[in-house]
């Protein structure tokens, strides 16, 4: 049986996409490096910071759009940098009205600027208004198995507890509360933040998520483009050892090869 044969696509809001990896497009040195790596990553759902990006509103600047086609890739507007509901919500909607009409967004609201800490508070207020607005709202939480629920029951199209610190690169942190998430998860779930290196996306993907959206890892690399290729290489690794089965772990050895029919000395 084939690897295709048992998968099937990932489904978010209604859209379907065939790469379980989203990317960010923050923190490189120009939008041409970013435009390579994410390439090399075969991600088809990009996210980007609305209160930092161009969106064509300069003209005379380069802007996202040059690089990020809206006809390839599928744009998430994120509002990275906002600290309250009423921030995150005004945001949104000046994303709507940039992309005419784009419902799909990641919502992020920040407990404080050291941590980059979800304010799980603010998080929920502004996802009840979101939704209400008609958005599609993948949210930024954390590791918590009781908030995830909440805001999949109210009705957020996706949930995206953090693996760690954003930008820290410290990986998954607590694979048991995450491991507890995924399980009794009926939105799909993504590690969101964390993400250090190509083992940790897999390690992921090994708990049953249903993607992983990574930034810092690929863009700070020495080489990002191959950093990007290496984590497109261990999303679909990781998906094919959960959808395997893992062996069961043994508390005592047992030897690959039987001791029945062998050679007597």
Do not use: W
Request: aromatic content about 4%; charged content about 20%.
């Amino acid at each position: 049986m084939s690897f295709q044969d048992i998968d099937h696509p990932l489904s978010i809001a209604g859209r379907t996409f065939t790469s379980r990896l989203l990317v960010g497009t923050g923190k490189y040195r120009d939008y041409d490096e970013a435009a390579a790596a994410i390439t090399a990553s075969g991600a088809e759902i990009v996210t980007f910071a609305v209160r930092r990006t161009n969106l064509e509103q300069s003209a005379d600047e380069p802007g996202l759009l040059d690089v990020i086609p809206p006809d390839r890739y599928t744009l998430l507007p994120n509002t990275a940098g906002c600290y309250t509901a009423k921030e995150a919500v005004r945001t949104c909607n000046l994303a709507r009205e940039l992309l005419d009409g784009h419902n799909l967004v990641k919502l992020e609201v920040l407990g404080d600027a050291e941590t980059l800490y979800p304010n799980v508070v603010e998080t929920l207020k502004a996802a009840d208004e979101l939704i209400h607005l008609g958005f599609d709202v993948m949210v930024y939480t954390n590791d918590d198995p009781i908030v995830a629920k909440e805001l999949e029951q109210r009705g957020c199209a996706a949930v995206m507890p953090l693996g760690s610190l954003i930008g820290s690169g410290h990986g998954l942190q607590n694979t048991h509360n995450l491991r507890l998430i995924a399980e009794r998860a009926a939105v799909p779930v993504l590690v969101d933040a964390g993400i250090g290196t190509a083992s940790d996306a897999a390690m992921a993907m090994e708990l049953g998520y249903d993607a992983v959206l990574v930034n810092s890892a690929i863009a700070h690399a020495r080489q990002p483009a191959l950093m990007g290729q290496a984590m497109k290489q261990a999303v679909q690794a990781g998906r094919a050892a959960f959808l395997a089965g893992r062996m069961p772990r043994r508390q005592s050895a047992e030897p690959s090869s039987p001791f029945a029919g062998r050679i007597n000395d």
